[in-house]
């Protein structure tokens, strides 16, 4: 089975970032069996100064396989469907 790596970039505090969290949560545990394993990290733009110029305006910001999946708000249909064909 592959493994799908997924990156939640915001910092402490950010309302955004922690429904974001949810969001990547809730798809996670309802995927199906057959779907790929989800490896989830998160990076923090206040320990980063790279990350914070890049992406300060934009957090919170999910990266499916390092590309830019989507920032400030996730739509959990379209979160799933990416994860589903991201192999």
Wanted: a negative charge; one cysteine or more.
């Amino acid at each position: 089975m592959s493994t799908v790596s997924l990156t939640l970039i915001g910092k402490p505090g950010c309302h955004l970032c922690d429904d974001a969290r949810e969001v990547i949560r809730t798809v996670i545990d309802d995927l199906p069996a057959e779907a790929p394993e989800v490896a989830v990290t998160e990076e923090d733009i206040l320990q980063d100064a790279a990350l914070h110029a890049k992406y300060v305006e934009e957090i919170p910001v999910v990266l499916i396989e390092g590309r830019v999946h989507t920032y400030w708000r996730v739509d959990p249909a379209r979160l799933r469907t990416a994860l589903l064909e991201a192999r």
